[in-house]
């Protein structure tokens, strides 16, 4: 059983695309300078305001577009405790498992606010907003795919495993 992600929300609308998640103009930077630039397109200050744990809240369509591994990468680096959206981009949503960053789906992050308080419990998929006092459905993560979040991501988990 894992214990419950929280942080603080920072919150992003529809179709949010790996070049705006991490710029293309910057790959050839290393992974610390080009999550600089991370979210720069909708959000100039991202980099600077997120802080390690906080959760990006998106719409629908999260991580469309290339299936570059650097999009998530960055978010890693940057520190994210989690993604939600009403859904993912398949590619965007196993990068991210894959690197360790729980991908959570959930209907209604029209309800949440940039700056709100949340929890996300990802063994019962629920999610809790302290700062609205309300609660949302979200969809669980399985045990097996919570063993590869909790040791940081598929390659770490390897490592143990093999």
Known sequence: MSKPICGKVLKFGDNINTDIISPPQYMELSVAEASKYAMSAVDPTFS???????????????GSGSSRETSPLALKHLGVGAIVAKFFARIFYRNAINLGIPAIECEETE???DNDDISIDLANGIIINYTKNETYRCSKIPSHIMVLINDGGLVPFLKQTL
């Open 48 to 62: 600077t305001r997120i802080k390690r744990g906080d959760i990006v809240v998106a719409g629908a369509n999260f």
């Open 111 to 113: 309800k949440i606010s």
